[in-house]
């Protein structure tokens, strides 16, 4: 076993540069041991972080889009992996994939984000189920003119009534008025 070979004392000197931020590699190469058996010695604890602890490039770019608007359409971005960066660091980020188009967003622009969603989406007409899903997805409610808008289907148009006192109808639309009259 790899402990029988290496004493107590580089054990927990192995130990101890880790715990001080040392990558395993760097620890293995200054003592002369196999990367191997310092990765088995040190498997339970984290090793250091390579690269920049931070927000940088596009992932900044996405999270100022985002801190601007409240809400980001990313259909030409890949936004899988800057969403885990941003979600560690801002847990109210939201990410909601439908339609082939990705959008991240604030909690508490929900509502916005979803209105510019549905805007964005190419369909023509979507019928009030779809609508329901996305709303339901993003847990926000639409006006019902909200919802005719974005379904597609215009709101029918009623023609004004109106009775005389002394009986038949009045109309303020000239072709109605020949076929009011006759009657």
């Known amino acids: 076993m790899v402990s029988k070979k290496i004493s107590d004392e580089i054990h927990q000197k192995i130990r101890e540069e880790i715990k001080n931020g040392k990558s395993k590699y760097r620890v293995a190469n200054e003592l002369g041991i196999n990367h191997n058996t310092v990765y088995k010695i040190t498997q339970d604890l984290p090793g250091s972080q390579y690269g920049w602890p931070g927000i940088r490039g596009k992932t900044l770019i996405l999270l100022q889009e985002i801190l601007k608007h ?13 969403y885990h960066i941003l979600k560690k660091y801002f847990s109210n980020i939201q990410r909601i994939n439908m339609y082939n188009k990705t959008i991240l967003f604030l909690d508490d622009k929900a509502a916005t984000a979803a209105r510019a969603f549905l805007t964005d989406i190419d369909k023509k ?6 609508l329901k899903q996305v709303t339901k997805t ?7 003119d909200e919802k005719h808008k974005f379904a597609g289907k215009p709101k029918k148009r009623m023609l004004p009534v109106i009775r005389r006192k002394d009986g038949g109808f009045l109309s303020s639309y000239h072709q109605n008025q020949k076929n009011l009259d006759e009657f």
Not at 70 to 82: D, E, F, H, N, P
Not at 125 to 130: L, R, V
Not at 138 to 144: A, D, K, T, V
Request: no cysteine; net charge neutral; hydrophobic share 35%.
């Open 70 to 82: 409240g809400y980001i359409l990313s259909s030409k971005i890949q936004a899988g992996q800057k």
């Open 125 to 130: 007409i979507m019928s009030y189920q779809e």
């Open 138 to 144: 993003f847990g926000i409610e639409l006006s019902p």
